[in-house]
């Protein structure tokens, strides 16, 4: 891992540390989006703020990885897990992976809400199925 | 609509053997294929002016058509590396030439892409030096390895959900390639399969298993494309590119667009408007086939299956030899093996030329090629058409 942050991504993954889910809104559109970036990807506009997001949303697709395909050694104890799309509530899709062992009974739209993991010094905002 | 000049012509095709080229490094495959490709329409590197290139994925550098034509001995007035992204950047390389030469920048350019991708890679990386492969590590290494499959099966889970496919239908889609790749001498899969031996392959990442992957392996191929008057000149006979189209939705799975927003729709109705026809006109064609779901995606999306039925189209044989419309002849990125994609692009010409052998499309005229990249972030397409055979 170890990608370098910029300043505007830093502004997530250090809201993420502090156990909140940060997106950013454009008011140009009023629209959210993901991931940080320094202009809304809908219409251009450069006037954003940084908003709490909820932190709960739904399963709009899944994989179950079996095989850490390409040798990455530090991944294959932790197989199977299940590699997700996320859609929160506010609308972004985050991919994003769900805490624990794959289980065979997860699918599309079930509820989901953001637990975040410590990993290698970051935060990360992995989720868990709730109900 | 984009239109095409009509006089350029794509004269002769390349391609090393596929599979793993031990003690052969990038550049070395790259000017093989050149080598093939001028030879076989009878030309050296004296008539070659013009170059475009797709730098290796495993081992790139800055720079890297200078680096080919630094080692062909080429002192010429147009080169230029593409790289779009993978089995899309084949289609792009021509449009390079193309527009090169009506341009009248140079007369005769080649393209050309080939990596040692398995057995030339650095240390401790697998298949593309996956970390230019993305793009989008900073939202997606931190939850998963950087890994195409997975990434590839959150679009086939989602496309299951949305329109029924089922994991059968993926199978048929591995048991034709393969059934291709077995009329190809240089195919890397030798062995039959069956629908059982996909259902019992292991599971990659759900819904994939082991036979909805393709095999990386080294390779590479040229494509030798000239002005249509100095074909004329030579007495070459060539192939017509008709349209040539992209469409660009996003690159990573982090920006990955929901199924009716990408890019193939669009480009497959451009792709067909421009050159003035239809599935139904098209004799044989090439789609890009990384993962199995990419031929569902694309046989559904350009029309030759309605949404959700590529598998009944597949099981039916229309795509297989002998079909309505024989799809991915030489095996494809699943069963002949999977560098980049320009040899797709190389079975369409050879197709139109009546050159393929034991799969030879009888009559081939109209030819189609698709190609893909990024996690279907772009699609490209083009129409060839052949002299009458
Ligand atoms: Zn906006």
Redesign the pocket.
Known sequence: MNVPHSSTTAVFWDACKAGQLKLQH?Q??D?PFYYPRTA?P??G?TRLEWRQMKGTGTIYSFSHVHLALGGYKSWEAEVPFTLVQIQLDEGPRMLSRLVGKAEESVKIGDRVTVAFTEREGETLPYFRRTG | MPKLNQDVVIVGTGETPVGRLHGVSGVEIQAWAVRNALADCGLTLRDVDGLVSQQPYNLPNSGYCLTVAEYLGLRIPYCATLDIAGTATSVGMLQQAAWAIETGHCEVAVCVHGENSVTGRPKDTHGFALQIFAGGEEFEAPFGPPSPPAHYALYAQRYMHEYGTRQEDFGAVAVAHRNHALLNDNAVMKKPITLEDYMASKPIASPFKLLDCSIPVDGGGAVVVMSGKRARKLGLKGIRMRSIVERVTHNAMVGGVAIDELGLEPAAKELMNSAGIGPEDIDVAVVHDAFTISVILMLETFGFAKRGEAGDYIRAGHASLGGKCPLNTHGGLLSQGHFGGFLHTLEIIRQLQGKCGRRQVEGARIGMVSGGGGIFAVTSGMIMEGPAQ
Do not use: I
């Open positions: 454009c140009d559109c629209k809304c809908s219409c506009g």
